[in-house]
């Protein structure tokens, strides 16, 4: 298996959860095959445990990447790191695909994931899963300012005020703010908090595009699998574009 080339033109291409439709979503594995291939950037969730460490898994409890189910946010880390996760593809394009529990995957936490980024050269998109507690935010970032790369990564979110907390304490930031659906309120708060757009890329439309644009702000869409949408979004200027299997 190999990712699919497009036409990208000018945009640039995220791996979501790292290189997802080879390797098992949001592992090293995948986001080491991402950093081996052209990407700008590499696209992960983080959730907080019950003792308050970041570790990188999408859901919020790991019955579907894994034969074990626990609730990540209720469970301490050294628990979550226990879990071995299933070897899975989330998009099968020819190669086999195991539902078997494999011992060197593992849920990978913030510096693990940062490691690899950084050794890749490769921008961190961050997306902060659920509501987090400010304290959390602050802890976060300060982890993040630790490990020596905050000015290479990207933060993004569904809940607005974690994009706020975090327009706070990172003034310079680059933020994107998760939407499923455009409309005037998502463009005022994109004014007011200096925010981009993270936004299903069904709902964008060259007039939408257009005037996302002409206030000044930056468009990532996802998450788009197909090469001929991909070429589509890109032939009207999208900024980055954000994929499993494409490149």
């Known amino acids: 298996m190999n990712t699919v080339k497009f036409n990208k033109k000018n945009a640039l291409i995220i791996a979501h959860r790292g290189l997802s439709g ?3 979503e949001n592992t090293n594995s995948a986001f080491v095959a991402a950093g081996n291939r052209s990407y700008f950037g590499i696209e992960t969730d983080i959730h907080v445990t019950a003792d308050e460490k970041f570790v990188v898994i999408h859901d919020e409890t790991t019955k579907r990447v894994s034969n074990v189910t626990i609730n990540v946010e ?3 880390y050294e628990k979550v790191r226990a879990v071995k996760l299933n070897n899975i593809c989330r998009y099968d394009l020819g190669g086999v ?3 078997d529990a494999r011992g060197d995957i593992i849920i990978p936490n913030l510096e693990e994931y940062v490691g690899i980024c950084r050794k890749y050269e490769k921008k961190c998109v961050l997306e902060l899963k659920n509501r987090f507690e400010k304290k959390h935010i602050k802890k976060l970032v300060d982890e993040l300012k630790s490990l020596d790369y905050i000015e290479n990564i990207i933060f993004i979110s569904f809940s607005f005020e974690n994009m706020t907390d975090l327009r706070e304490l ?3 930031a680059k933020l994107q703010y998760l939407v499923s659906d455009y409309n005037k309120k998502v ?3 994109l004014n007011k908090y200096s ?3 993270d936004i299903e890329y069904t709902e964008l439309t060259e007039k939408v595009i257009e005037e996302v644009h002409k206030n000044g702000h930056l468009i990532n869409c996802w998450t788009v699998d197909n090469k001929e949408d991909a070429e589509r979004l890109a032939l009207w200027g ?4 954000t994929t499993n299997i494409l490149e």
């Open 97 to 99: 695909c195991k539902n």
């Open 22 to 24: 080879i390797e098992t």
């Open 195 to 197: 925010l981009d757009l």
């Open 238 to 241: 999208v900024d980055y574009i």
């Open 74 to 76: 209720e469970t301490t």
């Open 187 to 189: 463009l005022e708060r």
């Open 170 to 172: 990172l003034p310079e």
